[in-house]
Every structure is written in structure tokens, then in C-alpha cells.
């Protein structure tokens, strides 16, 4: 007998990243000298103290069941967190903490939408925004940033997005995977547009604390009563405390919609972890933090520098300077219609399975945030690696050719450094 499977999981599609990922680690199973350049977490070791309240916290026996919506000593440091840094004024009630900022989003999106309500996402976007709009039963509308406006899409270009069915917009600043910042009088319009037009803002500000060249992080709900009711904060510390292991995410949002997503939490997954909720106390309220979080922040500038100088000067290659985060978005169209040996390169994914196949180096194609003619490198890896990558792929940008033609071998091991 064949039972109908789950349309709405059916639907769901693969990520094109997949592929290139299991590829890579078979290579480097096999014993090839693989630089990924995919990695969407940092590559630093959790700080020791946050390791320690770790223990200390299994030394106590705090083992226990945590209430659905998480710890109210967290959500009390969440609280003073949100007011110290984003001058945004909770309640822990207000408050729900969850199993990684993802599914914070996902809850968020549940709690909002019924079927068929439309969420505005800038694109290039994150790969799960599209696929966790569909799961909660709404329709993704995406909206291209381009790479002369920094990828930042404002108010006058999501103004035309706007229907009556319009239920929320979904930005994240800094931005994955571009690096893009929405500066304050661009927040500023659309927080108007908003309130405006009546539609909610999930705002995604897990990357807030990496951010360079001066610029600010600004939240969208720290613009006034009206935004701040109609605005989901999402954050966590899975990037800036470099705690991607320990899933604790978090939202802040008006309290009916806070109590819908802790209801939710507590039939699909009850409380997260106990005992990583007492280490993000710590994580939160330590004086260490700070200098913490500020020396991988410095290591992470040095590296995007580097790899973005290297990109641009490439025959070819046009990479914007990221102001946040730890990616950057490689703009190859200008190597389309190119070919190695008889393969063309038509598509973000030809090119980084060819670069992979060729180069040993993996790259994540634009395809997967929803933005051809690119691919995202990630700089959350070592200098070392940073270097020997941008080597291989200079070699494989410049054996690419106007016509096909044979290979006399692919790119061989010993000259990709």
C-alpha cells in the first residue's frame, strides 16, 4: 500500500548548497586537500568561561526540564542585553528562547501567518527564509538587492512589494549571506512603511556584534511604540560567542505573539537545553564577553580584508567590502559564457563544481540564497586557509576561456599554492 506522503514537506526544496558540501567532504575523506570556504559558523573554540558555567552548571545538577519559553534568569539577561544594546525595553515574558535563532523565526512565522499571507524578503537571502515562509503556510515574495546598493534593499524598493496580503517583512542586518548593513534612516523609512501599510518586521540581528568599518547596528523596533509592536527581534549567540553547538536562540516580541510562540514551543520541542541556557547567562552578563567578542571580531576584519582585495583583483571577479557578518558575495557573472575546457560556465553552481572538482575548493553558489551570478565565500576560517583558497581559485579564473577547448590536466595539487 503507498500512503500520500506530506504535501507541504514534499514541496520542500533540497538545498543546492548540499551537494557541493557532501562532494567536498568526500574528497577530503578520500585525502584531498579541500579548502571550504563554506563554513556558516565561526571557526573559534567557545571562550572558557562560558565553558566553565558550563560545568559548573552539571556540577549543580541543573539537569532539569526549563520552562517552554526558557530560564527566567536568561530571559531576564536577554532583557537587560536587549536594553543595554538596542535601547529596546522588555518584559521576560516577553521573551522566548529557543533551540537555535532558527527555529525562533520559524516560530515567529507560525505565529503570524494563515495561508496564503505573503512575507517580503530582500534577496540575496539566507537559504532557509523562502522554504520556513512556505512551512508556516505563507508565500515568499522576494525582492533582488543588487550589488551597486550594497545588496541593501530600502523602503521605495519593497514599497511596489506590498499587497493587501502582505503579512511581514523579514530583513536581516547585518546580512547573511552578503554582509550587507541597513543603516538608520534606511531602517527609519522602513519602519514607516511598516506602520504605514500594517505589516509586522521579523528582524534577524544574530550577526549584530560582527560588524566593521565604523558602521552601527540599529534596530528597527527602537524607532518608536508603533514599529516596536509590530516587530519581532531574533537573535541568539551562535555567532558572536562562536556557541553554534549549543542552539540557543532567542525572540522578543509583543506579548500575544510572544505567548503564541511559547505555546507552540511547548507542543513541538518544550524548553531548550538546560544546562547551554545557564551558559549563556554567561555568556550575556560576563565582563569577559566583551573583550571576547571583540578579539574574533578584529580576527575577522583582518581576514575580510584580505579576501576581498584578492577577489577584486582577479581578471573577472567584482566583490562588494562587507560591513558585517563573515561572508563575502563573489560576483562572477562577468565569467559567464566562459569555458573550462568543454564545460561553460553558465550558472553560480557549474562554476563552484568545477572549482571544487578542479581547484579542491568549495564555494557556495548564489543559486542557494536566491541570487544568481554569484557565489558566498565565508572568511570564518584561518588566515592559512583564507590564503591558500584565494591562490587556487586565481588559477582556475584564469585557465577559464573564451572558447572550449582541451585540458592538458586539470589544475594539479602542488600548483594550487
Given at each position: 500500500m503507498s500512503l500520500e506522503l506530506s504535501r507541504v514537506c514534499s514541496a520542500i526544496s533540497p538545498s543546492p548548497t548540499l551537494a557541493i558540501d557532501a562532494r567536498a567532504k568526500e574528497m577530503a575523506a578520500s585525502g584531498r586537500d579541500v579548502v571550504s570556504f563554506c563554513a556558516g559558523e565561526p571557526d573559534f573554540v567557545t571562550p572558557q568561561y562560558i565553558r566553565t558555567a558550563a560545568h559548573e552548571a552539571l556540577d549543580m545538577g541543573l539537569t532539569k526540564y526549563t520552562p517552554a519559553a526558557g530560564t527566567l534568569q536568561l530571559r531576564q539577561a536577554i532583557c537587560d542585553k536587549l536594553l543595554c544594546d538596542n535601547a529596546l525595553s522588555y518584559s521576560p515574558s516577553q521573551i522566548v528562547v529557543s533551540n537555535g535563532a532558527k527555529?525562533?523565526?520559524?516560530?515567529?512565522?507560525?505565529?503570524?501567518?494563515?495561508?496564503?499571507d505573503e512575507v517580503i524578503i530582500p534577496t540575496p537571502c539566507w537559504v532557509s527564509y523562502p522554504e520556513m515562509v512556505r512551512l508556516a503556510g505563507g508565500v515568499p515574495v522576494l525582492v533582488q538587492g543588487t550589488r551597486d546598493k550594497n545588496y541593501v534593499t530600502e523602503a521605495r524598493d519593497l514599497a511596489p512589494y506590498v499587497t493587501e496580503k502582505t503579512k511581514a517583512l523579514l530583513i536581516n542586518t547585518p546580512g547573511n549571506p552578503t554582509g550587507a548593513v541597513w543603516k538608520?534612516?534606511?531602517?527609519?523609512?522602513?519602519?514607516?512603511?511598516?506602520?504605514?501599510?500594517?505589516?509586522?518586521?521579523?528582524?534577524?540581528?544574530?550577526?549584530e556584534k560582527l560588524i566593521y568599518d565604523g558602521e552601527q547596528h540599529v534596530s528597527i523596533a527602537s524607532f518608536g511604540e508603533e514599529i516596536y509592536d509590530q516587530t519581532i527581534v531574533v537573535n541568539g549567540v551562535s555567532k558572536a560567542y562562536a556557541m553554534t553547538g549549543w542552539r540557543i536562540g532567542y525572540a522578543a516580541a509583543p506579548l500575544p505573539i510572544a505567548r503564541i510562540m511559547s505555546s507552540l514551543q511547548s507542543q513541538v520541542a518544550s524548553g531548550s537545553n538546560a544546562i547551554a541556557q545557564y551558559a549563556c547567562v554567561e555568556a550575556l552578563t560576563s565582563f569577559k564577553g566583551v573583550t571576547q567578542v571583540e578579539n574574533m571580531r578584529q580576527q575577522y576584519d583582518r581576514r575580510r580584508k584580505m579576501m576581498v582585495s584578492r577577489l577584486n583583483a582577479m581578471h573577472g571577479v567584482h566583490c562588494n567590502m562587507p560591513k558585517g557578518a563573515f561572508y563575502a558575495m563573489m560576483d562572477i557573472t562577468d565569467l559567464f559564457g566562459k569555458y573550462y575546457g568543454y564545460v561553460q560556465v553558465n550558472d553560480s553552481m557549474t562554476f563552484a563544481e568545477l572549482l571544487l572538482e578542479n581547484a579542491d575548493v568549495a564555494v557556495v553558489p548564489g543559486s542557494a540564497?536566491?541570487?544568481?551570478?554569484?557565489?558566498?565565500?565565508?572568511?570564518?576560517?584561518?588566515?592559512?586557509n583564507i590564503q591558500r583558497g584565494l591562490v587556487r581559485i586565481a588559477a582556475f579564473v584564469d585557465a577559464l576561456s573564451d572558447e572550449p577547448q582541451e585540458l592538458i590536466a586539470n589544475l594539479p595539487q602542488d600548483q594550487h599554492e
Open positions: 527555529f525562533s523565526i520559524y516560530a515567529a512565522l507560525c505565529a503570524l501567518l494563515n495561508p496564503g538608520r534612516e534606511q531602517l527609519r523609512e522602513i519602519a514607516k512603511l511598516a506602520v504605514a501599510r500594517g505589516f509586522y518586521v521579523i528582524a534577524d540581528e544574530i550577526y540564497f536566491c541570487s544568481e551570478g554569484f557565489c558566498r565565500l565565508s572568511y570564518a576560517t584561518s588566515m592559512e
